[in-house]
C-alpha cells in the first residue's frame, strides 16, 4: 500500500463516476513508481478502469534534442510496458495548463493523480490544472524516498538537518514496492501513440544533439545499477573524487527523467556485499544530497536567483561586488570553452559533448563563472543556462541545489573572506591539481 504520506490532496472534492488518470510527469517508469501504485489501488478499490497520460510540451524552454529524444525513448518504453499490464497510455501535446482540463473531461476522469516535482513551472501547471476541474486530485511523491513534503515542512539548512530526518524516518520508508498487476479489462482501447507525429511537433534546440554513451528507459537503467553495483559500488568512496577515473555511478540521467526510481536504488545498493563505507558515502549523495534538493526548491521560491541565497551569503557577495575581476567572459566565450584555463574548459567540453560533466567538476566549473562574471546575478544565470542546456540530468533541484551551492554558499557554511566570493567557498586549479591528475582530464576531455 501506498504510504498515506505520500499522498498529498491537492482539493477536497470528493470522487466521481469516471476513471482514474494517472497525469504521469517526472516519474516516467512503469516499476517501482508510488504514483502509479496509488493510481491502480484507487482504481481496483473502487472498480473503475485506470487510464495514464502525458502531456507533452513541444517547445518547453530551453530543451533541446539531447533531452526530448533521451525522454521519448523512455516514453516509448513507458507505453510499451503499460500496455502489457493492460493500460492505456495517452499522449497529448501543448501546456498542460491549457490541454488537461479539455483531456480530463474527454475522457470521463473521476479522479486524477500525479506525481511530485517541486520546480515552479511544475507546480504552476498543477495550479492551473487544479483551478479547472472539478474532481479529486492528489499528488503522490514518487521521487523521493522519504516524502518531501512530510518529511520537512520547512527550508531546511543544510545536509546535517536533512540527515537526522532521514536517519529517523528511513526505515519507515525504505521498504520494498509492491507489484503493480494486471489492470482488469475496463472496455478503453488501447489506442498506439503516433510516435512519429509527436516528434515532428518537436521545436527543440537540434543544435545539442543526443549522445549514444547512454540508453534512455527503464530496461537500461536497471541494467546500469546491476553494473554499478557489481564493478564500482566497492569503489565509490575512494573514486568518486577523480573526475580523470569512472568512479560515479552515471545514474542522474535515468532518475532525473524518473526512469528509475531512487528507493529501488537505495534497496539494491543496501542489499548488496560490498564495502559499508562506500555504500554509507554513495546512498549519502542519493538520499541526503538528492533530497535536500527538493527540499530547497519546494521551500525557497528563489531557488534559481541570488535571492535563494542565505543572508549571510547575500551580504558577503555584496560587499565583493566591486572587486576587479582578472578575468572576463561573455556567455558565448563560456559555451565555446574558450577561457584562459584549460581545466574548466575540459569539464565545459565534456559537459557539451557528453551531457555530463563529473560531479566534482561541477563544482570548480560553477565556482569559476562567478570569479569570471561582472556579478553573483549574472553567474547564476550563466551557470543555469548552460546547464540546463547540456546536462541530460539538467533542469533538475539537484541542478539548481548545486549551482546556489557553488555560487552562493546554500547548504554550506561561511569560509574564509577573500576577494569576489566574500565568504563563499573558494576553489583554484592548484587545489584541484593536489586532488587528482587533472593533467590526465584534460587530456582524456580533449580527445572527445
Ligand atoms: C554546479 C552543480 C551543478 C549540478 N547540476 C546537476 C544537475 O543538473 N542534475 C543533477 O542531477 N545533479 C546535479 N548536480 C549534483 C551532482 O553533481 C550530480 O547529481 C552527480 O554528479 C550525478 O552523477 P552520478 O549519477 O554519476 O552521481 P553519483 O555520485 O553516482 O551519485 C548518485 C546519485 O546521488 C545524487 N547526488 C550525487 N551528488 C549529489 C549532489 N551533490 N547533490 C544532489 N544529489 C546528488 C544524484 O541523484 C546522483 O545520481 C550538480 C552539482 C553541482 C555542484
Known amino acids: 500500500m501506498t504510504h498515506a504520506s505520500r499522498i498529498y490532496p491537492l482539493n477536497?472534492?470528493?470522487?466521481?463516476?469516471?476513471?482514474?488518470?494517472?497525469?504521469?510527469?517526472?516519474?516516467?517508469?512503469?516499476?517501482?513508481?508510488?504514483?502509479?501504485?496509488?493510481?491502480?489501488?484507487?482504481?481496483?478499490?473502487?472498480?473503475?478502469?485506470?487510464?495514464?497520460?502525458?502531456?507533452?510540451?513541444?517547445?518547453?524552454?530551453?530543451?533541446?534534442?539531447?533531452?526530448?529524444?533521451?525522454?521519448?525513448k523512455g516514453l516509448q518504453e513507458l507505453e510499451k510496458g503499460l500496455n502489457r499490464l493492460n493500460i492505456p497510455f495517452d499522449l497529448i501535446t501543448g501546456d498542460p495548463g491549457e490541454m488537461l482540463p479539455g483531456y480530463i473531461r474527454s475522457v470521463g476522469a473521476g479522479v486524477l493523480v500525479t506525481d511530485f516535482n517541486p520546480l515552479r513551472i511544475n507546480m504552476q501547471w498543477k495550479e492551473r490544472v487544479g483551478a479547472s476541474i472539478t474532481i479529486p486530485f492528489y499528488e503522490v511523491d514518487a521521487h523521493n524516498i522519504l516524502p518531501c513534503r512530510a518529511i520537512s515542512d520547512k527550508l531546511e539548512y543544510a545536509a546535517f538537518t536533512l540527515r537526522k530526518k532521514v536517519e529517523k524516518h528511513l526505515s519507515q520508508y525504505l521498504v520494498e514496492f509492491p507489484s503493480l498487476v494486471i489492470q482488469p479489462s475496463s472496455g478503453i482501447p488501447l489506442q498506439p501513440v503516433d510516435w512519429r507525429s509527436i516528434t515532428a511537433l518537436l521545436k527543440a534546440n537540434g543544435d545539442v544533439a543526443e549522445v549514444d554513451w547512454i540508453v534512455p528507459g527503464e530496461a537500461a537503467a536497471h541494467d546500469a545499477l546491476d553494473k554499478f553495483i557489481r564493478n564500482r559500488l566497492d569503489?565509490?568512496?575512494?573514486?568518486?573524487?577523480?573526475?580523470?577515473?569512472?568512479?560515479?555511478?552515471?545514474?542522474?540521467?535515468w532518475l532525473h527523467f524518473g526512469h528509475l526510481s531512487a528507493q529501488r536504488v537505495a534497496l539494491e545498493v543496501q542489499k548488496s556485499a560490498t564495502d559499508p563505507e562506500s555504500k554509507q558515502a554513495f546512498l549519502e549523495e542519493l538520499i541526503v544530497r538528492r533530497e535536500l534538493a527538493d527540499n530547497f526548491c519546494l521551500h525557497n521560491p528563489h531557488y534559481d536567483t541570488t535571492g535563494g541565497f542565505q543572508s549571510w551569503a547575500r551580504?558577503?557577495?555584496?560587499?565583493?561586488?566591486?572587486?576587479?575581476?582578472?578575468?572576463g567572459y561573455t556567455i558565448d566565450q563560456f559555451?565555446?570553452?574558450?577561457?584562459?584555463?584549460?581545466?574548466w574548459n575540459a569539464a565545459q567540453r565534456e559537459m557539451v559533448a557528453?551531457?555530463?560533466?563529473?560531479?566534482?567538476?561541477?563544482?570548480?566549473?560553477a565556482k569559476?563563472?562567478?570569479?569570471?562574471t561582472p556579478s553573483p546575478e549574472e553567474a547564476m544565470a550563466v551557470a543555469i543556462y548552460l546547464n540546463d542546456k547540456y546536462e541530460l540530468d539538467g533542469r533538475d533541484p539537484n541542478g539548481y541545489a548545486g549551482i546556489a551551492w557553488s555560487i552562493g554558499g546554500t547548504h554550506d557554511r561561511p569560509w574564509g573572506e577573500r576577494k569576489i566570493f566574500g565568504m563563499i567557498r573558494y576553489m583554484n586549479a592548484r587545489g584541484c591539481e593536489r586532488k587528482f591528475d587533472t593533467k590526465r582530464y584534460i587530456a582524456l576531455k580533449n580527445k572527445i
Open 12 to 72: 477536497s472534492l470528493s470522487q466521481q463516476p469516471g476513471c482514474v488518470l494517472y497525469w504521469i510527469q517526472r516519474d516516467q517508469r512503469v516499476n517501482d513508481n508510488w504514483a502509479l501504485l496509488y493510481a491502480q489501488e484507487t482504481a481496483l478499490k473502487t472498480n473503475l478502469p485506470l487510464k495514464v497520460v502525458f502531456c507533452l510540451v513541444p517547445g518547453y524552454p530551453g530543451a533541446t534534442m539531447r533531452q526530448y529524444g533521451f525522454m521519448l
Open 235 to 253: 569503489t565509490y568512496a575512494s573514486e568518486r573524487n577523480f573526475p580523470e577515473r569512472q568512479g560515479q555511478s552515471d545514474l542522474s540521467p
Open 315 to 327: 551580504k558577503s557577495l555584496d560587499l565583493h561586488r566591486d572587486d576587479p575581476r582578472e578575468y
Open 335 to 343: 559555451e565555446q570553452s574558450r577561457t584562459h584555463d584549460s581545466l
Open 354 to 365: 557528453t551531457g555530463k560533466m563529473h560531479g566534482y567538476m561541477r563544482m570548480y566549473w
Open 368 to 372: 569559476k563563472i562567478l570569479e569570471w
